[in-house]
């Protein structure tokens, strides 16, 4: 049996399921347009020089989840999945994942975005494992809290989550004769230097650098 992760923004998605998300709030009256679009790119720019703070973007990812019902959430979801999703799935991503369980592979999806956002996307997908951010709840009334619970999952906290996720399965990376993660960012290094098969998928300059000095296949799902 082989291992398939795959990383989800700008990888299986031709683009960003939490600026995607973004863009939706903003179109609903949600959040402000301008406060919303000048955090966005502080934190991707931050995000491309490796250099992001993960739990001030979270608390900022997070914050408008606490301020509505889930109710209201999950049929925001529904729209956001028909509108800004669907057309970013390409065809060629959808092939990719379709021969990797086809092929009898554990698959799932391994990003740093929380599990609200795109734990939909990973059933869009055929994916049943998802590996993301978890957003806290509170016990008593089940909303969100604005707050993430656990362990990121990014950069090398995607190790730490990958391996939980295989010993809770009673497997560990020896169980696979080939283990792949696709992805398009440097800050998943860690975790492409973990696998058997590390495959860059549409990838950044640091990442192409890197996968070219290292003989790793590079993939265009575009």
Known sequence: MNLALFDLDNTLLAGDSDFEWAQFLISKGVVDR???EAKNIQFYEDYKA????IYEFLAFQLAPLARHNRAELDAWHKEYVERHIRPIMTVKARTLVLEHLAAGDLCAIVTATNSFVTGPIAREFGIHHLIGTIPAVDVATGAFTGQP???PSFQG???TRVEGWLESLGLWW???DNSY?????HNDLPLMQ???KPVAVDPDEKLRTHAEANGWSILSLR
Request: charged share 20%; net charge negative.
């Open 34 to 36: 301008e406060v919303q």
């Open 50 to 53: 490796g250099t992001l703070d």
């Open 149 to 151: 619970t656990g362990t």
């Open 157 to 159: 906290g995607k190790i």
């Open 174 to 176: 020896g169980a696979f």
């Open 181 to 185: 993660f696709y992805s398009d960012s």
């Open 194 to 196: 973990k696998v058997t």
